[in-house]
């Protein structure tokens, strides 16, 4: 029987990218229902006292997401993790600007809704977004960010990882992920990031 794999991402952090990534290629070497939900940054960083720069990028960040949020209800689940390779694509290895432009590109790319671009620019959808946001983020806590990966109703933040590994090898390290979620006492693994993402 397939295992049931929930990970939650704000579409415009590299890390929860490279993460996904991961994700995918563990979809071809383990026997894995993985679904993609939407969490925000902003909705993370809503009313904290943040840098002017990293501000700026929060008040950015609610476009995409809730444009990300839209295609999932609109369109499922399947729909969305198209959505997110298109965009994900566009805002990491093609570094294109967190833009409305970008974000309509992506939605045409794929198919969807054409409006969801101007919904995406309005607060209507935030209640369903915090509530995404929330599924994802409470069982881990507000201390951490995206991605957040919930595997036998247990949930981590992470892995932070760059480069995503690739067959078997991101077949082992799923592995090893499952059995650390498993034991409900594990709270954290970590050691400092010598690398950005590395986009292959």
């Not at 957040?148 to 799923?174: C, H, Q, Y």
Request: charged residues 25%; proline residues 6%; negative net charge.
């Amino acid at each position: 029987m397939s295992t049931p794999v929930d990970f939650w991402f704000d579409p415009t952090c590299p890390w929860a990218w490279m993460t996904s990534r991961w994700m995918l290629e563990v979809e071809k070497v383990r026997d894995i229902d993985l679904t993609f939900h939407v969490m925000s940054l902003s909705v993370l960083n809503d009313g904290r006292d943040l840098p002017d720069d990293y501000r700026a990028l929060m008040d950015k960040a609610w476009l995409p997401a809730r444009a990300a949020l839209l295609v999932e209800q609109r369109h499922g689940s399947a729909k969305l993790a198209e959505f997110y390779t298109e965009l994900g694509t566009r805002f990491h290895p093609n570094e294109e600007e967190i833009s409305i432009g970008t974000v309509q590109a992506a939605l045409e790319a794929v198919g969807a809704d054409a409006d969801i671009i101007d919904v995406a620019q309005t607060d209507a959808v935030d209640d369903d977004l915090r509530r995404s946001h929330h599924e994802g983020m409470d069982p881990v806590g507000d201390e951490v960010g995206t991605p957040v990966i919930r595997v036998n109703g247990m949930s981590l933040f992470g892995p932070v990882i760059s480069p995503a590994p690739k067959g078997e090898e991101a077949g082992d390290l799923f592995d090893g992920f499952v059995k650390v979620t498993a034991y409900p006492g594990f709270f954290e693994l970590k050691r400092t990031r010598t690398v950005g993402p590395i986009f292959d």
